[in-house]
């Protein structure tokens, strides 16, 4: 029902101007050439205005600027047509061409909605926790830092963060992802999705205008005034196009009528013969499908990646997608998850693996670097009862040294225990046992902290920074697609960089890069290859994202900087929206082609008819707003695109292989000691 009232709306006007038409050419069979004609001409003249007056105005502004467009043709043909007497031919023209500017506006307006429809579904008000009371507000007054209750089955408010309870939430609207997610503290939720059956505190992060949805919607409007090389040829074509059109139609009405070389019956007129092909070449030679080709595809192409959880900023950038044969990835935050986590513990001198990681997080709650969060978290998820620290000393790029208990725990790096007179730490040197499997765990490019509880050594953890699971299987599908080479850029250890490479299926992977070293890398590929792509989240991403053809931040993760910076935002920190993006972008490309052949190629057939007089008017203007809805119907397509490219099974991440080779340098993040917090890792 709703979908019909919106035709009904989008067609108004031409379906007014086809009744007055009907009526008109119905009266002027009844009438004749009576004293009632003039119902006739007013019928007819109607339908004139209704239909014409929009393009008129429009036509008529241009021209007087000294630029002739389509509009200005089909105009100028139906009043020609009615001058010569073809006044129900002149009235058909412009009830066609209405009528494909309606269904264009119709099919058009399908591919915004589909955008703009998200900011509806974001609820208008919101129960804010203030002063201890739970109170509604709308959601404009939300303030960053304010928590927001969100019922279960109320759609979220806020982009934020969950600071309490647990729920699944369907984040479709926003991500794409067609199961709902589990929530829990610590998840980032977005304003739009709907909560499921648990009760979630969330702690806003962004203010309303700024949340993801408002910025998707934003993007996509702002998507559609951006063009794409195509369509700026296009429109540059049709700048030189039209004014060549009407020279021809002025010659192919005067010059054959002149030189006698129209034939025709007795007691007809060359001139009119002249003027009624001039006519039907005006309606087939108007580029109105090649004008529409472009925007129709590029519009369905945006909207459907924003609604598959990718965000493109413009039609250039979705077509310079189709062209990617290269791709530099950065490795923190893009390829691996950007967070550490507690891969193995090894106890010794008979402890249990559970008092090693307690001692480590009792020290650990007190710092805010991601290893302390690793061990926390690791501590938090198997339900460990963690003892409160006292005398809590940092030593610097080292490790941790505490009272828990009544008894000196130590956590670190192996250096933490080292014995010379630098060292801070009065404690034994490491033994034997412990130092070798320090030494094989590191060389599988992983981070160390060794806790020892007085003078023994009771065990080792290991952590790593674990790639993506989907990170090998989406670049055996870029791979696939032709996108090669693949490079991965850190400013990480080249170790454990070529490690991760090895583990996602990279063979170019080039560490201990500082962000000018970045842009030296992507401008290298882009010398050998014809678009080069960028994927990073960080703000030493930010300058290679500008620098690459096009840039692709990580949306959920990544910085602002980086956001800005990139074309492209992936919504989901999920690395298979990569080669969906490029398949989006071939498909949108390969569209856009078809439209300009079809539109191209129908004028190729109907000016040569035109000209030779085989080409009635109306069937010129069938045939002319056929190929223009066609080339629209078939953009449209895109907004059902699926991506066929085959996925590779999502690799299993080995439990001890890959991690940052910064050991202990987290030791500087203490919070108790007033030491600001320090990441080791250069992404």
Known sequence: MRIGLRL?????????????????????????????????????????????????????????????????????????AAAIGEVVDGGLLLFLFALGHGLEKYAMGQARRAISALGSIAPRTVHVLRNNQEIEVPVESVEIGETVVIRPGERVG???????????????????????????????????????????????????????????????????????????????????YVPVVLLMVVATATVPPALGWIAVAEGGSAWKEALLRAIALLVGASPCALAISTPAAVLAGVAKAARSGVLIKGGAHLESLALVTAMALDKTGTITRGRP???????????????????????????????????????????????????????????????????????????????????????????????????????????????????????????MDRPRPEAAGAI?????????????????????????GATVGLRDVRGGLMPEDKIEAVSELARTHRAVAMVGDGVNDAPALAAATIGIAMGGGGTDVALEAADVALIRDDLDRLPFAIALGRASRRVVLQNVSISMGMVGVLIPLAVLGWLPITLAVILHEGSTVAVVLNGLR????????????????????????????????????GVAARRVEAS
């Open 341 to 463: 986590e507690v891969t193995e513990i090894i106890p010794f001198d008979g402890a249990e693996p559970e008092r090693v990681l307690t001692l480590a997080a009792a020290l650990e709650s007190q710092s805010t670097h991601p290893l302390a969060h690793a061990i926390t978290t690791a501590a938090e998820s198997r339900s460990l009862a963690v003892p409160a620290v006292t005398n809590l000393v940092s030593v610097k790029g080292k490790g941790l040294v505490g009272t828990v208990e009544g008894r000196e725990i130590r956590v670190g790096a192996a250096r933490l225990f080292t014995t010379d007179e630098r060292s801070a730490s009065k404690g034994p040197a490491l033994p034997a046992e412990v130092a070798t499997a320090v030494h094989d765990l590191e060389a599988g490019a992983q981070t160390i902290m060794v806790v020892a509880e007085g003078d023994r050594f009771i065990g080792v953890i290991a952590l």
């Open 638 to 673: 895109l907004l059902g695109f699926r991506d066929t490219v085959p996925r590779e099974p999502r690799a299993a991440t080995p439990s001890a292989s890959i991690a940052s080779s910064t050991a202990g340098a987290h030791a500087e993040a203490v919070a108790g000691a």
């Open 476 to 500: 055996a599908r870029l791979q696939s697609m032709g996108v090669d080479p693949i490079v991965m850029l850190t400013g990480d250890n080249p170790t454990v960089a070529k490690a991760i």
């Open 158 to 240: 806020v982009d934020g963060r969950v600071s309490a309870g647990q729920s699944a939430v369907d984040q479709a609207p926003i991500t794409g992802e067609s199961v709902p997610v589990e929530k829990s503290r610590g998840d980032e939720v977005f304003a739009g999705t709907l909560n499921g059956d648990g009760a979630l505190h969330v702690t806003a992060l962004r203010v309303a205008a700024d949340s993801t949805m408002a910025r998707m919607i934003r993007l996509v409007e702002e998507a559609q005034s951006q063009k794409s090389r195509v369509q700026r040829a296009a429109d540059r074509f049709t700048r030189i």
């Open 8 to 80: 009904l709306q989008d067609l108004a006007i031409p379906l007014s101007a086809g009744a007055l038409l009907l009526a008109g050419w119905g009266a002027n069979r009844w009438i004749g050439d009576g004293e009632q004609r003039w119902i006739v001409w007013g019928l007819l003249g109607l339908s004139y205005l209704i239909a014409g007056a929009e393009p008129a105005i429009r036509g008529a502004a241009l021209a007087l600027r000294g630029r002739f467009d389509i509009d200005f043709l089909m105009v100028v043909a139906a009043l020609a």
